[in-house]
């Protein structure tokens, strides 16, 4: 009997802690045609299909832009960014097609059955020289689903899904 109470405490542990902490993914349609050259600007363009009534979706279309914004260059993929319709070198389009974010409420009532936050972009990189699309992918986001974890706010779905936007134009 003490050795099945131990392997239950073992798998419960790992779902707890595989909770805890916020992940994304992505998923390439089109690899890198050629290496995004490192001293050009690009031109962030983030929308969304959903409609505008919407706040979740429209605070995070906001919030993923400005979060590309300035990682991007961070991250030295670009040399600086400006947000379309300005002119620059590559045009970065993100179309958000799904978001999903958990309440404070939510997830103190209901725990990890509430779900985690989530993102889901589809993602464009054009060279505007060429008109040439340079990458084509999906990343995603989402936040932590475990209530206790420091990492269950919605805005851990976007930081999620701007990295592994900028590590998708990165490989």
Do not use: W
């Not at 932590?144 to 990492?151: D, G, I, R």
């Amino acid at each position: 009997m003490s050795h099945f109470i131990k392997k239950v405490s073992v798998v419960l542990s790992l779902v707890f802690l595989s909770a805890c902490s916020s992940s994304g993914t992505f998923t390439i349609k089109q690899a890198l045609v050629e290496p995004i050259k490192n001293d050009k600007t690009v031109s962030i363009l983030v929308k969304s299909g959903v409609k505008e009534s919407d706040e979740d979706s429209v605070k995070a279309v906001s919030d993923l832009r400005e979060k590309l914004f300035a990682t991007l260059v961070s991250e030295g993929v670009f040399k600086s960014s400006v947000l379309a319709p300005n002119k620059a070198d590559y045009s970065l389009e993100v179309d958000v097609k799904g978001v999903r974010f958990v309440s404070t409420v939510a997830r103190l009532a209901f725990g990890v059955m509430a779900g985690a936050s989530t993102i889901e972009t589809e993602v464009l990189l054009k060279d505007m020289a060429t008109t040439k699309v340079v990458a084509e992918f999906k990343a995603d986001g989402s936040s932590a689903s475990h209530p206790l974890s420091s990492e269950t706010g919605p805005e851990n779905a976007v930081r999620e899904a701007a990295k592994n936007i900028v590590a998708a134009l990165k490989k």
